[in-house]
């Protein structure tokens, strides 16, 4: 929050708030989710979740800093965090841009967007054949490469 104070800020925040799951959205992330540290259920469950996403996937996890925040405490997210409802579309784009800037009175949590989509490995076709450290290499196809440099 702007202007909260704090020991490393001591006239107060002066930096915009970060949001990882607009980012995450707008770069079209293929799992974006967020969970809270008082759910341990629901916050093991969304790590599975990204766990089985194949590609990138984001959980975001609120929890309170015990030791230097006395405001964002462990009883103020509960007061204010509510999962999103079953009915919610997380392959909805626009819905989970909104619900990703929701935050104050009422914190969101759960999975924000998901989308299967080919990975960024997938789509690299020195990777079809698998890492690059196990694969072959065959010194005579990097004769030319190295007379180009010399």
Do not use: M
């Not at 989710?33 to 341990?40: F, L, V, Y």
């Not at 916050?43 to 030791?67: E, M, R």
């Not at 079953?86 to 967007?113: C, H, K």
């Amino acid at each position: 929050d702007p202007a909260f104070v704090t020991r490393v800020q001591p006239q107060g925040v002066i930096s915009s708030p970060f949001n990882p799951l607009s980012l995450a959205i707008s770069q079209d992330a293929g799992f974006v989710s967020r969970g809270w540290s008082g759910d341990i259920d629901h916050l093991s469950w969304l790590i599975k979740q990204a766990i089985q996403h194949k590609g990138f996937s984001l959980v975001d996890t609120l929890q309170p800093c015990v030791t230097f925040n006395k405001k964002n405490t462990y009883r103020w997210y509960k007061e204010r965090v509510y999962k999103l409802a079953e009915e919610y579309d997380p392959t909805d784009r626009l819905a989970a841009f909104e619900r990703a800037q929701e935050w104050g009175n009422r914190i969101p949590i759960g999975i924000f967007y998901r989308r299967q989509k080919p990975t960024f490995e997938d789509q690299l076709a020195g990777l079809k054949k698998g890492p690059l450290f196990r694969q072959k290499l065959d010194s005579s196809q990097l004769k030319p490469l190295l007379e180009t440099l010399s």
